[in-house]
């Protein structure tokens, strides 16, 4: 299967911007859509962030659109989330996780990183 492990997380002031990393091993593909969620607690795991890393497609929450944006480094196997503008209530624990269909919906999700918090101030 594939391991998934997130960085980048931290503490910022709100309008600061941040970077999340997710290296995948293990068995990994060339075409495969992967996503980022986040979560807080007593709250649902929210899907925020979506790429189908053959064509590049790419698909978002409306929370979020137009200040993250997901990518892909096929080479590296890693995945990204820039996060600009950031506010308060984007404070979560972030994950990202695979899947083999384009979606936002965490339950179409199969392998799951650690999380990794970002707290905005």
């Known amino acids: 299967h594939v391991q998934l492990v997130e960085s980048g997380g931290g503490s910022v002031q709100a309008g600061g911007s941040l970077r999340l990393s997710c290296a995948a091993s293990g068995r990994t593909y060339s075409r495969w859509c992967m996503g980022w969620f986040r979560q807080v607690p007593g709250k649902e795991r929210e899907g925020i962030a979506t790429i189908d890393t053959g064509d590049g497609s790419t698909y978002y929450l409306n929370s979020v659109e137009g200040r993250f944006t997901i990518s892909h480094d096929n080479a590296k196997n890693t995945l990204y989330l820039q996060m600009n503008s950031l506010k308060p209530e984007d404070t979560a624990t972030y994950y990202c996780?695979?899947?083999?269909?384009?979606?936002?919906?965490?339950?179409?999700?199969?392998?799951w990183g650690q999380g990794t918090q970002v707290t905005v101030s």
């Open positions: 996780a695979a899947a083999r269909v384009y979606s936002l919906d965490p339950r179409d999700y199969y392998s």
